[in-house]
């Protein structure tokens, strides 16, 4: 329990945060699975060929993470500490930069589809399904730059509704885009992978344009135009400063993830397709963890920028041993429903076989996992963003990596043992982690400055 002055206060104002933002997160993770199952019933070689897809165009999504992540600290701290005006500045140059970034990153997935995809050793087969469906979702990356923007914004000054709201308006375009578009119905062409991408595409410019008008009429209630004549170089330093370790340690972890994914490809398709469905599926186990990490941090921000940095030690222990039960409880449950769930999706019987077992082993990973999502969160919001980036770098490659190809590959023990090196590293950084939470070195660490 949570004792000091004002904890049922905060206890409400993380209640209104994490309800959103797991409804919300329900929204983005259902958005991505609708595509898994839809497509299913299209082939297993177009899932598998998506999953891979889906894993780079993520891994690029994190560079506008280097802003963003920046973004919703220091708006937090900043209202914590009842700093408007450079609320106004964050926020204008978070959305400048992210936009030239997106740009960037739309002509890079698109221009470079083919050379991406062969270095992913994806196979004549699953590159022509592959190549459609980045070509067009990279196109339009620079969407999802200002989405998520605006979205950390709007989280970070306590509005988590409206991403909420917006999220599912746009998943129930893309399950009818998806079905006129991949099936050919309502006198829509048939598509197939293709015609998944348009969907998510299209969805994902309406989110755009619906977060970016709620942001300048709450947050944000004017254009800054002055940081054109004057950029606030300080707002964007300290942006950089939790941005850049911050999305390196996500981009460490996904990074590592695509190399895993790698190795699986040397399996076979089976192997492949059970691994993108399995990942689809133990999302949704530990989705409250993420949500309540997410607003546990907003909520640590603003203690931080108010300095009640007790009052954020105790709070993240509450944070931490919920997510933990919680997703070690509906892991179990799924691993239980495993087979029928799996046979849901695929008819396959070794992709069901393989799926059911990896989803007991990953009841392990999931003893790790949640006290990392809050421990990153948190210490981030704190402003102690080198430590989880260097923790994660070193024990990520070295255990899941490392010790995932040596006996996975090399030693030719196959998917079961690339998935116990996956649980071994999410339970080292766990251990690690909450030591340094209990440690409180990070206390001291934040932006606001008097």
Not at 292 to 298: E, F, L, P
Not at 421 to 437: K, L, P, Q, Y
Request: hydrophobic share 55%.
């Amino acid at each position: 329990m949570i004792h000091f002055p004002i904890a049922k206060g905060l206890r409400r104002q993380l209640a209104l945060l994490t309800g959103p933002i797991f409804i919300e997160t329900l929204l983005i993770m259902t958005l991505g699975a609708v595509d898994t199952v839809m497509l299913s019933r299209h082939s297993d070689a177009s899932v598998a060929a998506v999953g891979v897809v889906n894993q780079i165009v993520m891994l690029c999504f994190l560079v506008f993470e280097v802003i963003n992540l920046g973004t919703s600290v220091l708006v937090s701290q900043y209202l914590g500490a009842k700093l408007n005006d450079r609320v106004e500045k964050v926020v204008g140059v978070s959305l400048l930069v992210n936009l030239v970034i997106g740009f960037t990153i739309s002509a890079m997935l698109y221009f470079g589809a083919v050379a991406i995809l062969r270095l992913m050793g994806l196979n004549d087969m699953l590159l022509g399904e592959g190549v459609g469906y980045m070509r067009i979702v990279g196109a339009f990356a620079f969407f999802q730059a200002l989405s998520l923007t605006a979205s950390a914004a709007l989280r970070a000054s306590n509005r988590a509704i409206y991403p909420m709201v917006v999220v599912g308006i746009v998943n129930i375009l893309n399950i009818v885009g998806n079905y006129m578009l991949i099936f050919g119905k309502f006198g829509a062409p048939a598509l197939g992978v293709e015609g998944a991408a348009i969907s998510t595409a299209t969805s994902r410019a309406i989110a755009m344009i619906i977060l970016t008008i709620i942001l300048f009429h709450t947050v944000v209630k004017r254009i800054p135009w002055e940081i054109f004549r004057r950029f606030p170089k300080r707002e964007l330093s300290n942006l950089l400063k939790i941005g850049l370790p911050s999305a390196g340690e996500q981009f460490s972890y996904s990074s590592a993830q695509i190399v895993m994914t790698f190795f699986i490809n040397m399996l076979g398709l089976e192997v492949l397709a059970a691994r993108t469905y399995v990942v689809n599926i133990v999302m949704f186990g530990y989705l409250f963890c993420i949500a309540i990490s997410q607003g546990g941090a907003i909520t640590i921000g603003h203690l931080v920028g108010r300095g009640k940095v007790r009052g954020a030690f105790i709070l993240g222990k509450y944070v931490m041993r919920l997510a933990f039960i919680i997703t070690v409880t509906l892991s179990v449950a799924i691993a239980t429903a495993g087979h029928w769930i799996l046979s849901l999706l695929t008819d396959n019987t070794e992709i069901i076989s393989i799926g059911a077992t990896l989803l007991w082993l990953d009841v392990l990973v999931e003893t790790g996992r949640p006290i990392n999502i809050f421990a990153t969160n948190a210490l981030r919001a704190t402003g102690d963003v080198n430590y989880p980036f260097y923790v994660g770098l070193i024990v990520m490659w070295s255990l899941q990596v490392a010790g995932g190809y040596l006996t996975g590959i090399y030693f030719g023990l196959g998917i079961y043992a690339l998935w116990f090196m996956i649980a071994s590293d999410e339970i080292t950084r766990g251990i690690i982690f909450t030591r340094r939470w209990w440690s409180m070195k990070w206390a001291g660490k934040g932006f606001v400055t008097t």
